[in-house]
């Protein structure tokens, strides 16, 4: 599997320059707001929404300045929603660190992920025309709109996969595919070239968020950087357990059922449930079909290394074991 | 005192069109999303922001388009904020409603909270320029910082009234001091002109915060239709309690800091040792002296109804009991 260093390659650069721009935008003149955005720091991860932007951009013929302040703005949102989430999930550790719920307490988290949204907007109305604004504001309605969904089907066992599907729609993939379509934008691709690379990001964020979910059941702590199992105990219903549940005979369902209603689910008893239908299986195909699809959309690009680090990008979130 | 509709007269057609506008925004394909914005309907309060944006245009000479979506655009960041807000304080009451935390749980009211700010960005990048976007996003900046700092000053007893004073600019006066400003820029006032109107928002801010905080200590619940005594439970030191601290003798500090170290303060006690330093007193006429700082401002403006409006708004401020 190809290291992310590799892929980043062609716009390992610009994405300096992101990091510079997010930290800029971040600094306060109150030493309490940057000792809590210290904290955002040591979260910094694989930086894949501003990597699909550049990449895009790239892949369409070039990045502008316009392409950085957008990336640092994906990245800001992506972190506001990871802060927010961990409050949601009374989550512990985030990548290898403690999170900032379990730091500081809920409301410095609440507030924290206020404080980057707002910087995220504040950052994308620096540019000329307000079209990105709108977009990035379009969506994150949708974003929350997806976890507000995520909240009200919270503990109900008759989750469909359409409903599944149209959460992680709302929750992941709309940033990812808004990554992209902003990257082609920007770069002067034309209407059929941005739809294009927009669906590449919408697939991509499907596989993203499938797989995401899966090793919450079947990855390792230790590799992820963060708790797994919190899907389980907060009563978050996910494909490989909808697919489970759906393709059992009725004893296996309600021996999962009945380890669903744990307060705290035993992650090694539902994995062996899980095996019993192949949902785990099945579920890592209907992410690799994602990434298929995904792959086929960048087929209106010349070929070129962003176009191949994109495709190559696509391929690791399947084989991905953190 | 004048009834808010007689001074809201001026502009009530206009308000009319932003409660529109506020509706409209919100609405969701989703039911799960429109039944939680039912909710926020039932706090619908003084309009107060979008009256100040309206009446400060207004004074300036008129009000446009703009106007009606840039006033929508304040009620719902300060909406936001209210909603965050209850989350953080724990808050079980609302303008007479139980707050959306106590119906629908924490999880939902941050996320609800989210969902406001993330259209508020959306309807204001709908204008042409980005002027106004840039300048809603600097200010919701200012108050998440203010908010952070509230929270770290927490249970603190050495708050001083300079640190007191910079949090409310920051968490209130910011955005009535924009709502001002952009209400004049967009009726095309003059920089000078549009500065006096900005004071005039900042410091009737300031005056209403303060107000806020010794209603929270000597206000009654049923006139407020809101939980009072919030603050104290969760050691905010406001205006009162700060003066008393500083002017009472070592014994009545001593009360005072006992009281205060109570899990849930009795009110009353708090009550009577505030006025053994006649605290109440003196933080009202601290917010009487932003009240003429206010007027003052307005000297700049020509003589009219919308004028005499914002000063009569500014006078009920101090008076109010609710």
């Not at 935008?25 to 940057?34: A, G, K, M």
């Not at 369409?60 to 302040?69: K, L, Q, S």
């Not at 469909?160 to 709302?170: A, K, P, T, W």
């Not at 907060?234 to 004893?251: A, M, N």
């Given at each position: 599997?190809p290291?992310l260093?590799?892929?980043?390659?062609?716009?390992?650069?610009?994405?300096?320059r992101?990091c510079r721009?997010?930290?800029?935008?971040l600094?306060?003149?109150?030493?309490?707001?940057n000792?809590?955005?210290?904290?955002i720091?040591?979260?910094?991860?694989?930086?894949?929404?501003p990597a699909?932007l550049?990449?895009?951009?790239?892949a369409?013929?070039?990045?502008t300045?316009?392409?950085?302040?957008?990336?640092?703005?994906v990245?800001?949102v992506?972190?506001a929603?990871?802060?927010?989430?961990?409050?949601l999930d009374?989550?512990d550790?985030r990548?290898?660190s403690p999170?900032?719920?379990?730091?500081?307490g809920?409301?410095?988290?609440?507030?924290?992920?206020d404080y980057?949204?707002?910087?995220?907007f504040?950052?994308c109305?620096s540019?000329?025309?307000?079209?990105?604004a709108?977009?990035v504001?379009?969506?994150?309605?949708?974003v929350c709109e997806g976890?507000?969904?995520?909240?009200?089907?919270r503990?109900?066992?008759?989750?469909?996969?359409?409903q599944?599907?149209?959460?992680?729609?709302?929750?992941?993939?709309?940033?990812t595919?808004?990554?992209?379509?902003?990257?082609?934008?920007?770069?002067?691709?034309?209407r059929?070239?941005v739809r294009?690379l927009e669906?590449?990001?919408l697939?991509?964020?499907?596989a993203f968020?499938?797989?995401?979910?899966a090793l919450d059941i079947?990855g390792?702590?230790e590799?992820m950087?963060?708790?797994?199992?919190?899907?389980?105990a907060?009563g978050?219903?996910?494909?490989?357990?909808?697919?489970s549940?759906?393709?059992?005979?009725?004893e296996?369902?309600?021996r999962?059922?009945?380890?669903?209603?744990?307060?705290?689910?035993?992650?090694?008893?539902l994995?062996?449930?899980?095996e019993?239908?192949?949902?785990?299986?099945?579920a890592?195909a209907?992410?690799a079909?994602?990434?298929?699809?995904?792959?086929?959309?960048?087929?209106?690009?010349?070929?070129g290394?962003?176009?191949d680090?994109l495709?190559?990008?696509?391929?690791?979130?399947?084989d991905r074991?953190s």
């Amino acid at each position: 599997m190809p290291a992310l260093a590799d892929l980043y390659e062609p716009i390992a650069a610009d994405l300096q320059r992101v990091c510079r721009t997010f930290e800029d935008e971040l600094f306060s003149d109150l030493p309490v707001v940057n000792d809590l955005c210290d904290q955002i720091r040591r979260f910094r991860g694989k930086l894949l929404r501003p990597a699909l932007l550049l990449l895009s951009g790239r892949a369409c013929g070039r990045t502008t300045d316009e392409h950085i302040t957008l990336a640092a703005v994906v990245e800001m949102v992506h972190m506001a929603t990871l802060v927010h989430d961990d409050v949601l999930d009374e989550a512990d550790m985030r990548r290898r660190s403690p999170t900032i719920n379990r730091l500081r307490g809920n409301e410095a988290a609440v507030l924290l992920g206020d404080y980057l949204i707002s910087h995220a907007f504040h950052l994308c109305s620096s540019l000329d025309s307000t079209h990105a604004a709108r977009a990035v504001a379009a969506i994150t309605n949708i974003v929350c709109e997806g976890e507000l969904q995520q909240v009200h089907h919270r503990g109900r066992h008759d989750l469909s996969v359409e409903q599944y599907l149209e959460i992680i729609h709302r929750k992941t993939a709309a940033l990812t595919g808004l990554s992209c379509m902003l990257g082609a934008t920007f770069a002067g691709a034309d209407r059929v070239t941005v739809r294009a690379l927009e669906r590449f990001g919408l697939d991509a964020g499907m596989a993203f968020q499938i797989i995401d979910d899966a090793l919450d059941i079947d990855g390792s702590e230790e590799q992820m950087g963060k708790t797994l199992g919190r899907d389980l105990a907060e009563g978050k219903l996910t494909l490989p357990v909808i697919h489970s549940l759906q393709h059992g005979d009725r004893e296996h369902r309600a021996r999962l059922q009945a380890c669903l209603a744990a307060e705290e689910p035993d992650r090694a008893v539902l994995r062996r449930l899980l095996e019993e239908t192949g949902s785990l299986a099945a579920a890592r195909a209907s992410a690799a079909a994602y990434v298929r699809s995904a792959t086929d959309a960048l087929g209106i690009l010349p070929p070129g290394a962003a176009r191949d680090a994109l495709a190559r990008l696509a391929g690791m979130i399947v084989d991905r074991r953190s």
